[in-house]
Nanobody, 123 residues
Framework: QLQACGGGLVQPGGSLRLSCTANGRTFSTGAMCWFRQAPGKEREFVAAIRSDMNKSYYADSVKGRFSISRDNARYTLYLQMNSLKPEDTAVYYC??????????????????WGQGTLVTVSS
């Protein structure tokens, strides 16, 4: 139900935009998020957008560099990533849940996941 794309190889300081396309029913959800998982590490929260308030939240490590947004007409969630660093290298996943939760940053709160798209930041 969720399809993520847009990953690739980019040099440090570069930009990428990830997309996550959902069917209409999945898109009308309380929380839509991006997580990432680097090799040998746990999956971590990157950004979330609360559908009912259109309010966004970010991990400290990406604040000011990444921007989450949604296009309701296209049923698509985006993650604009600027000023990329080697430590941003990971597989990025989109996820949704029907209702907002204060635990929006916890992967365990989400049952609907995209397949992941690899982002590699390297010179």
């Amino acid at each position: 139900q969720l399809q993520a794309c847009g990953g690739g190889l980019v040099q440090p300081g570069g930009s990428l935009r990830l997309s996550c396309t959902a069917n209409g029913r999945t898109f009308s959800t309380g929380a839509m998020c991006w997580f990432r998982q680097a090799p040998g590490k746990e999956r971590e929260f990157v950004a979330a957008i609360r559908s009912d308030m259109n309010k966004s939240y970010y991990a400290d490590s990406v604040k000011g560099r990444f921007s989450i947004s949604r296009d309701n007409a296209r049923y698509t969630l985006y993650l604009q990533m600027n000023s990329l660093k080697p430590e941003d290298t990971a597989v990025y996943y989109c996820a949704t849940r029907a209702r907002w939760t204060v635990l929006y940053h916890s992967p365990a709160q989400y049952s609907n996941w995209g397949q992941g798209t690899l982002v590699t930041v390297s010179s």
